[in-house]
């Protein structure tokens, strides 16, 4: 019975993001999901990529949060459109309430969104919000044995992004070990080491994004 | 309608993880529900745990992860009973998952009961399993603005340990203002600096950790 209920759920959510897919693509709006832990670098990577694509690129930021908008502040301060959604507890968020924060972007003014969902390996892997890809963010201190530990979140991964990376030095983590877990899991999905502090590897993920967003294949 | 459904299962869970206390009191046991994000070090500090209380107070562990028994298998090489609980996708533990693993410890044997939850800062904070004390690893890498992100998971905490304290002089963290903001959300918890890997803070914790057993108050 439980089963059940959560596959209705989910079956809802793939509705309304397949809806939200539609009116993000009649808007040549190519839109990146991203998802990691708490504190693993997400609005940071988004800041990052806001400098890097200004005057190149029409950014629009979508900011997940269970009840704050420190997020949200910080990257409006990069002059860009943010819409918050706070989920009231919820920990994830799903297509229904990414719609009305569609709704409220002007999405014919926008190329690349942005949506940086609640910090959390967990539930978000679950639900779809209409993106074209989904970015994982996964930072040197949390260690080396996710994929084994949340290998939902990496099979659904398009891109992984490991980073922190000048950290590596302080910490034991095992970068070819890892890759070859998240292989296994999901051969398809591109890794790259960043560290959106010293800018190392930015220009790779900058260059990834530029080409997905040109040739979406979705 | 979705509200009237979350509340009949946090009161069912209540009254499971009531059930859960009353046979760990009745067998003399003190239970801690550890949570915090993923690879904020919930292992490493059940193990330091472990090895300073050795000889000095019987540990039991259960161990909570989606589907590995990565973390089951390091613990049960301090010899330790273990138990794991796969939880099959769900974000949390719940108190009727802890209930059986109850079943499978000898609890007559046991002084403390080490609970590690799902990595995960929102969902565990809202499902009691019946322990008297919840025990919050927040680590600096994580940054400090976690207070205002996740607040339910610091307005229940009992204490709140940071983890990685060596890594201080890499990062940006406002140990004050850190404490300040989990203070004005929860005044009666107890903050801890500590690492594992320097062992920094760990004797504090203990002596936290043996006063608590020793007088419950709960």
């Not at 940071?44 to 949200?72: F, M, N």
């Not at 229904?96 to 892997?125: F, H, K, Q, R, W």
């Not at 970068?175 to 591109?190: C, D, H, M, P, Y």
Request: glycine share 6%; charged share 25%.
């Amino acid at each position: 019975m439980k089963i059940k209920v959560i596959k209705d759920i989910l079956s809802a959510n793939k509705q309304i993001a397949e809806r939200n897919r539609r009116l993000l693509d009649s808007n040549g709006v190519f839109a990146l999901n991203l998802m990691s832990s708490p504190g693993a670098g997400k609005t940071s990577l988004i800041i990052e990529t806001i400098k890097r694509l200004r005057g190149k690129v029409r950014i629009g930021v979508i900011e997940g949060d269970i009840s704050s908008s420190l997020d949200a502040e910080k990257i409006s301060k990069e002059r860009v459109p943010v819409i918050q959604i706070n989920t009231g507890g919820e920990c994830h968020l799903d297509a229904n309430m990414t719609s009305p924060a569609l709704d409220n972007l002007s999405l014919g003014e926008i190329d690349l969104l942005l949506i940086e969902n609640i910090g959390n390996l967990v539930c978000p892997a679950e639900f779809e919000l209409g993106e074209h890809k989904k970015v994982l963010l996964l930072s040197i201190p949390e260690g080396d044995d996710k994929p084994y530990k949340y290998p939902l979140m990496f099979h659904i991964a398009d891109v992984v992004l490991i980073n922190k990376i000048d950290l590596l030095p302080y910490l034991e983590f095992d970068l070819e070990g890892f890759s070859r877990a998240v292989k296994r899991i999901n051969q398809n999905t591109e890794i790259f080491q960043i560290s959106c502090t010293t800018g190392q590897g930015i220009e790779a993920w900058i260059s990834w994004l530029v080409t997905n967003m040109h040739h979406p294949a979705h």
